[in-house]
């Protein structure tokens, strides 16, 4: 008997900007990924104010979701996915964030996207804003920056809830949202990038800019969840945040202190305004001590009260430490990097490998919100080496998913209310921190390469047959 619920949703996950490419065609307008150029884990993406020839632009053809739709669906079909988790291109459906009518090519591409899924027995989870943000919104508005773009955000809300409303039924409003709480989200998640040009970790950081772009993000995703339940009651509507578990790295009462300082801001204040709708007790101080007055109008406290999401999904990959002590040594993570705990191994990009502390995570997160929860984002990014027989023996993958699977399992058992699994880049497709091809994540190989090279063709990975099994046994199954 599986500990996981029967309707447990099995799956997998990818964002439009980082597989589909396509990034011109059928009316679609630049995005922020479309302004930037690959790298890799040693050097930085950056991004550009205009296209450059002597650049290469990763999402510009990614892996071509976009004409390889079909073919991808079947596959994840033939793994037995129940869910897909993916996200629409904003500048798909309006070019430039502004406009008043939708263009139909956008929509009617979608449309099949999800009939495919459908015909497949396949429930799509559709990230509304995934890290593409137009980027006309950029060059006028400085992103959400400014209030205007909760109103141009509503009018794409309100377009896809009616054209999809009796094809997704699961809706997250923002991806990683708490990305904007750091200085890499400014690109990756405000937008708030007017004007510059460079390495992506050279990006200027205002904190009363980070956090007032915030403040309209909320609003927007509460609005959108309101509007959804008054129009669409058949919608869930969930949060999505990356969530960076950290520890204390000693026992030093200061250290636990600046632990807990790390988690609320950078793990719970964003879920605490989804889930809650208010800011919360402790964002009084971080404020006052960091010069930040959030601009408010008058309503935005209703909306945010009025606006909180029906369940909580988060990424999680990997661990890290915290501590006030000089002496300890760096490591590398996703968004932000922490002090190395001596206990954990560490993946080829440097991010720490901890299966035991997504089963503490799921009892922190449910025990605070009482929400059903799903992991939305969870995987190794590592390089994948054809053998001698030209196939993708990838043990290494295996063994991480087993064992975060293993701790779900345990957390189930502690009385977490867990609805789902979507392993992060269930195919391989462009990284959104460096930019690059070779840090996979996929059961299914793509030959495309951070050259540009590359004849997009697929190949099932080890990983494949095992996540197969595991689907089939619903979790039952890890051998």
């Not at 345990?410 to 609805?419: I, N, P």
Request: net charge negative; charged share 25%; glycine share 8%.
């Amino acid at each position: 008997m599986s500990v996981f619920r029967d309707d447990f949703l099995w799956g997998g996950a990818c964002a439009a900007n980082q597989f589909e490419g396509a990034w011109d065609v059928d009316g679609k307008g630049p995005s922020v990924p479309d302004l930037c150029t690959n790298g890799s884990h040693t050097s930085p993406k950056w991004v550009t104010t205009a296209i450059r020839s002597d650049r290469l632009y990763p999402s510009h053809e990614a892996i071509d979701f976009y004409h390889h739709y079909e073919e991808d669906i079947a596959l994840f079909a033939e793994m037995g996915f129940k869910t897909f988790r993916t996200s629409i291109n904003w500048t798909r459906i309006f070019p430039t964030g502004m406009e008043t009518e939708p263009n139909e090519k956008g929509l009617e591409f979608y449309d099949k996207v999800f009939d495919c899924c459908k015909k497949h027995g396949i429930e799509p989870l559709v990230t509304i804003s995934h890290y593409e943000l137009p980027y006309a919104l950029v060059e006028k508005y400085n992103g959400w920056a400014s209030r205007e773009l909760i109103e141009f955000y509503m009018n794409y809300c309100k377009a896809i809830f009616e054209r999809y409303k009796d094809k997704v039924k699961y809706w997250l409003t923002f991806n990683e949202i708490n990305c904007g709480t750091m200085p890499m989200g400014a690109i990756l998640e405000t937008g708030t990038i007017r004007g510059f040009e460079g390495p992506t970790d050279k990006v200027p950081d205002n904190k009363q800019e980070r956090f007032q772009a915030l403040h309209h993000q909320f609003v927007a995703s509460a609005e959108a969840v309101r509007y959804a339940h008054d129009h669409y009651p058949q919608f869930k509507m969930g949060c999505m945040i990356c969530f960076i578990t950290s520890y204390a790295l000693t026992c030093d009462p200061a250290d636990e202190i600046a632990n807990q300082k790390a988690m609320q801001i950078s793990n719970w204040f964003c879920s605490d305004m989804h889930v809650r709708g208010e800011y919360p007790s402790y964002m009084k101080r971080y404020f006052a001590e960091n010069n930040i007055t959030i601009r408010q109008e008058p309503e935005d406290a209703a909306i945010l009260k009025a606006g909180t999401v029906d369940f909580y999904t988060f990424s999680y990959y990997m661990s890290n430490c915290i501590t006030t002590h000089k002496d300890a040594d760096d490591v590398g993570g996703n968004i932000i990097a922490g002090k190395k705990n001596p206990y954990l191994k560490a993946s080829d990009w440097g991010w720490q490998i901890d299966p035991i502390g997504l089963r503490y995570t799921l009892n922190e997160i449910y025990d605070r919100y009482r929400i059903p929860l799903m992991v939305v984002e969870n995987g190794l990014g590592a390089y994948d080496k054809k053998d001698a027989d030209g196939k993708i023996h990838d043990s290494y993958r295996i063994d991480y998913l087993r064992a975060h699977i293993e701790q779900m399992a345990e957390a189930v058992k502690d009385g977490v209310d867990l609805m789902g699994y979507t392993p992060w880049g269930c195919i391989d497709l462009v990284s959104a921190s460096t930019g690059e091809m070779a840090k996979r994540y996929g059961f299914i190989y793509v030959n495309k390469f951070d050259d540009g090279t590359g004849d997009l063709s697929r190949e099932k990975k080890d990983s494949f047959y095992w996540y197969q099994k595991v689907i089939a046994t619903n979790g039952e199954d890890l051998g």
